[in-house]
């Protein structure tokens, strides 16, 4: 259904009411989706000064927008009421500077990580180079500090850092995560493999099974919080998790940030994101249901529906 004049209007005051507003799936402290988290990632480098409307809890501005902006998908960024644009267009933005000019900040003398490529490694990798013509080898680390390292094309901004004869390309976006990694080429219980030491690395998410939760919770020594949406909850819940809405999030992060915490969700794909974006805001001490409410229901409570 097109959009009113009134519905305009309204969602023109919208995209006015902050210097910079991001509507994506999820909130800035839990994207819902992958897209969305870079997104908020490459803001979170350069500004704290940004709100975000969940899309997905609010399904009026989720269609409004759509036709509003001409776009189809989400997230999109606005800046003082203006389209920016999307996920792959805040990235090649940010890579070339671009972005920091339209949020207005200083742009931060970005330097070349330090990378370290042993020669066991650099021996490993001439193979895999002998064939790659034009493509070059590629160092990425996300958000959670998982590494990709591969061969692929290189990208406008890249930095190439050489080591032992070795040329590793890795994006702007990565080079913070990057620096002083250290590559080696080991022997494991599956043969020889590749092995990236980043120090970088902040705690993991701690996998935790149904009995062992149940323990924790009963002595009063973890936190409980539950990250999916009404209707799942409505179906099955935990008495002991609260819900992770807007005023849960408050108290959560009122917690210290040593205290221990605890998230599950249906099969604990979706509270394992959302445990590790809790470690990104410093949180050292997050439990991860495996297995997610299924797994309590059969292992801890029958009486919690299986669905």
């Not at 701690?206 to 009404?230: H, N, Q, S, Y």
């Not at 108290?251 to 994101?273: E, N, Q, V």
């Amino acid at each position: 259904m097109p959009l009113t004049d009134q519905r305009r209007a309204e969602l023109d005051s919208l995209v006015h009411s902050k210097k910079v507003l991001l509507f994506m799936k999820g909130n800035r402290h839990f994207p819902a989706c992958g897209f969305s988290a870079t997104v908020v990632g490459i803001l979170n480098q350069l500004t704290s000064d940004y709100e975000t409307v969940n899309i997905l809890e609010d399904q009026s501005a989720r269609e409004g927008m759509k036709e509003f902006s001409s776009w189809p998908t989400f997230p999109q960024l606005y800046v003082n009421g203006q389209f920016v644009g999307g996920c792959d267009i805040v990235k090649e933005m940010h890579a070339q500077g671009e972005l920091q000019k339209v949020l207005g900040v200083e742009p931060k003398p970005l330097k070349a990580p330090r990378l370290t490529v042993t020669p066991a490694a650099a021996k490993a990798f001439q193979d895999a180079l002998a064939d790659a013509g034009e493509d070059v080898l590629r160092l990425d680390i996300d958000p959670q500090y998982n590494c990709d390292l591969y061969v692929g094309p290189p990208e406008a901004g890249d930095f190439a850092v050489s080591s032992n004869g070795v040329v590793l390309h890795v994006a702007r976006e990565f080079a913070a995560r990057a620096d002083g990694v250290t590559v080696d080429y080991v022997e494991g219980p599956k043969g020889h493999a590749f092995r990236i030491d980043n120090p970088n690395e902040p705690p993991r998410v701690k996998p935790i099974d149904p009995r062992a939760l149940k323990a924790m919770l009963d002595a009063g020594k973890v936190e409980l919080f539950d990250v999916r949406p009404d209707d799942e909850r409505a179906r099955a819940s935990i008495a002991q998790a609260r819900k992770l809405d807007a005023a849960s999030e408050r108290y959560l992060f009122g917690l210290r940030k040593d205290a221990p915490i605890a998230l599950h969700c249906h099969h604990g794909g979706r509270s394992r994101s959302a445990a590790e974006r809790l470690l990104q805001e410093g949180f050292t001490q997050v439990y991860n249901l495996e297995g997610g409410i299924e797994a309590w229901s059969r292992d801890v409570d029958p009486s919690v529906p299986r669905y």
